[in-house]
């Protein structure tokens, strides 16, 4: 089928896998029986900056059950460090012990684990460790962390400042000097953490005679855990299986190869028992990851029209006291995206990332997140300088079509995307100048309402020349493979690593459409390393293009061959052939015909019969494909949020909220919707009511739901969303690829509605969460 007419993508279909998810029969970490399991509990630690004095073990060690306490030192001797030093400017190495023998340096953190044969044993004998700590001071947030006499959190980061990295194109400083108006914005995201419904958790077993470990594990990138794994064990990579079955979420928070993991694997390698942890909901927002807790200033020079002339972005970001990742990796995306639909080439940045003692962190789905809100709400800052409309003001500044393929002052180049007409499009659904009316007629009764735009260009490839190009360690690529059975069934497996988003039913939908099959023939092997090809895994919205890319070219070569065997069978040339349902069809003048060929009549005979192939054609139907993406393709949605805000109790209550959304060709509609509401859902959440809190000691103050909020249902407004999809020219099939850009959106689109809201106050929020008590205090202070 040609890619002006799909017959499988495109089209919306059930999730194939939800069946097992929904009826209790699928299968998670704690789902997995391994006889004679040990257990693990860490003992944490209390102060979140603290020197380790002395650890006693002599009581928890004699407890019944308990098979082995072990600390930092004997770790040392089984274990490789974590460094971290990728060759950027700007950044400073770390290094991370599986745990600590010095120095606690977060709340939470490890320093003592106990094995025992059951894990309420194992939590009882945590209890009766003894650790005793000298207290050191502490640093708790990103200002405290470069004052001069601040503690030190790493003795590798002098001064805290892990990375600090500058850019300029063009001379925005200069533009700024003779401007009709240069406004100053600022924008303050709070520290949120993941959430997922399934904990973290793994199971570690070790084959002493073959010399060989299988870890479980609940895991977005399989085969990069599996290297790092490897590696920290001194182990080869042949000897390490990693598998990694249904997950129960993950966001972002289970990329890395955390240390409680890496201690498993250890302590049953160390043992020669199956050791397993799984982590209790205390344990997982206190000591998991974190994420966010940024703050931005931007500068933007324009003329007395609101047009954009240049723009200066100083941003920092605190990234706790341990770094999983290079420092510089979030915070990077952000300062290199910034400018997004807009056009602006005169701009710089000052990116300052600080260590302190509180747990690290890691991607959150959209590490970017706030990017989008930064952009829209200094065009909506400009707006409110100059008097504007900023409906206006954003018409002023979008890259028009014709300027496409546009190069951002960053390098980075943006096509086949669609950012106004996406905006236009949801002026009209929202009826923008019929709520201004709305909105008049509604103040002079005493009733407050808003209404946000945000317009969200978002990152979904992330190819390997962009991180080439970032500085950034890594490959973007990702591998797939295709065998054709003899019954004519097709496997098929990808790198990926699925954690609930739905890839059985599109990747499937991918190899179908490719190869001319029905996906009900396809099955889709995943997070197994021994049987799924080496890729680089989920994160950053890159599976639809990478994931999906790869397994639709594959399914083409595929393709090619099969239909090879049957032209050569039926006597005539390749291109007179097609494949239909998994049927060959025969051209006839304009008409498809059918062959009386099937596809398993072909399977058949490429194994049971290679003498009968044409020559120069293998025995079998097995096919590999590795494919490197676009350094960045870039998919985009308008966000339109209606709010009204009750100014007596600062409560906000959405009342509509409408998304024009453009991500090329979808694997599966159903999919991309679920992933629209998901990700809306998460960006209204972090920006209404989730926040990580620690107080001036630096102790966690929001160990538990009841403390670390989250939206529910109730709080959340149905979603209009229109789709306006438009394939990319340079990906397979037209994919661009979609999931994090609904987090973009949701906090801008949200805390614009709510300025707007406040608008007749003077009072502007410019830090989130927007909870009642913030909101009604920016009320309180202005009148």
Not at 263 to 280: F, G, K, S
Not at 631 to 655: F, K, P, Q, R
Request: some cysteine.
């Amino acid at each position: 089928m040609s890619e002006q007419g799909f017959r499988y993508l495109d089209k919306a279909a059930p999730r194939t896998e939800d069946f097992r998810l929904l009826t209790g029969s699928g299968r998670y970490i704690d789902d997995i029986e391994i006889p004679g399991a040990l257990h693990v509990c860490f003992v944490r630690s209390p102060h979140a900056h603290a020197r380790i004095v002395s650890i006693d073990a002599s009581e928890a060690s004699t407890m019944p059950g308990v098979v082995a306490v072990v600390t930092g030192r004997d770790l040392q001797q089984w274990t490789k460090p974590l460094r971290i030093a990728p060759p950027i400017e700007g950044l400073l190495a770390v290094e991370i012990e599986a745990m600590p023998v010095e120095t606690a340096r977060f709340q939470g953190d490890p320093v003592a684990c106990v094995v025992a044969t059951d894990r309420y044993l194992a939590e009882d004998a945590a209890e009766r460790v003894q650790v005793e700590f000298e207290p050191l001071g502490a640093v708790t947030d990103m200002w405290q962390a470069l004052e001069p006499q601040a503690p030190q959190v790493d003795p590798m980061v002098p001064g805290n400042l892990v990375s600090h990295q500058t850019f300029a194109h063009g001379n925005p400083r200069g533009v700024a000097e003779t401007a009709f108006r240069v406004v100053e914005s600022t924008f303050t995201q709070q520290r949120q953490t993941h959430v997922p419904i399934e904990t973290r958790g793994c199971a570690a077993v070790w084959d002493a005679g073959r010399q060989h470990l299988t870890f479980h594990i609940g895991t977005q990138v399989p085969h990069p855990l599996r290297t790092q794994l490897a590696a920290r064990l001194k182990l080869d990579e042949s000897q390490v299986t990693v598998m990694s079955p249904d997950v129960g979420g993950a966001f972002g928070q289970k990329i890395a190869l955390y240390r409680e993991e890496l201690i498993v694997a250890a302590l049953a390698r160390h043992l020669r028992r199956p050791v397993r942890w799984r982590e209790d909901r205390l344990e997982n927002l206190t000591a998991a990851a974190n994420s966010r807790e940024d703050f931005c200033r931007t500068r933007a020079a324009v003329d007395e029209h609101g047009t954009l002339l240049s723009l200066e972005l100083e941003m920092r970001e605190d990234f706790g006291a341990y770094c999983f990742f290079p420092a510089n990796y979030l915070a990077r995306v952000v300062a290199m995206i910034l400018t997004g639909p807009y056009r602006v080439q005169d701009y710089a940045f000052d990116v300052k990332i600080v260590l302190s003692n509180k747990c690290g962190n890691a991607p959150m789905r959209a590490p970017m997140s706030m990017t989008s809100w930064v952009m829209d709400g200094t065009i909506d800052a400009i707006a409110r300088e100059l008097k504007l409309d900023p409906v206006e003001v954003r018409r002023r500044n979008l890259i028009a079509p014709e300027e496409l393929p546009y190069q951002t002052p960053t390098g980075e180049v943006l096509a086949d995307i669609t950012p106004t007409e996406t905006f236009e499009a949801v002026l009209k659904a929202i009826d923008y100048e019929g709520f201004r009316v709305r909105q008049r007629d509604a103040r002079a009764s005493g009733r407050h309402l808003g209404i946000g735009l945000c317009v969200v260009v978002e990152p979904t490839t992330y190819g390997s020349r962009f991180y080439k190009a970032a500085g950034i360690p890594g490959s973007g690529h990702e591998a797939s493979w295709i065998r054709i059975e003899p019954s004519g069934v097709v496997n098929a497996s990808v790198g990926l690593g699925p954690t609930g988003q739905g890839y059985e039913s599109a990747m499937a939908n991918a190899v179908a459409e490719g190869l001319g099959v029905d996906p009900t023939r396809v099955r889709i092997h995943l997070g197994h390393t021994d049987i799924a090809p080496y890729g680089m895994g989920s994160r950053g919205a890159r599976s639809a293009t990478a994931g999906g890319g790869a397994l639709y070219l594959c399914a083409q070569q595929a393709l090619r061959k099969v239909l090879a065997i049957a032209a050569g069978w039926l006597d005539v040339p390749d291109d007179a052939l097609r494949m239909n349902d998994g049927r060959i069809e025969r051209r006839d003048g304009d008409a498809w015909l059918d062959s009386g060929m099937a596809l398993a009549d072909v399977a058949r005979r490429a194994y049971m019969d290679p003498t009968a192939l044409p020559e120069g054609l293998t025995p079998g139907l097995e096919f590999h494909f590795a494919y490197d993406p676009p350094a960045m393709t870039y998919s985009n949605s308008t966000h339109a949020c209606e709010i009204e805000l009750d100014v007596d109790t600062g409560h906000i209550h959405i009342a509509r909220y409408v998304i024009t959304e453009d991500c090329g060709t979808l694997l599966n509609p159903t999919v991309v919707e679920g992933q629209q509401h998901g990700a809306v859902a998460m960006g209204l959440s972090g920006a209404l009511f989730e926040q990580v809190i620690y107080d001036e000691t630096g102790q966690n103050l929001t160990g538990s739901l009841a403390d670390y909020l989250i939206a529910s249902a109730t709080d959340l407004p149905n979603l209009e969303i229109i789709p306006m999809h438009t394939r990319n020219r340079t990906t397979p099939a037209g994919i661009k690829g979609m999931a994090e850009g609904g987090v973009m959106g949701a906090l801008g689109a949200l805390t614009n509605a709510l300025n707007d809201a406040l608008s007749p106050f003077g009072a502007v929020a410019d830090r989130h969460p927007l909870s009642p008590m913030f909101v009604h205090g920016l009320i309180r202070e202005k009148l």
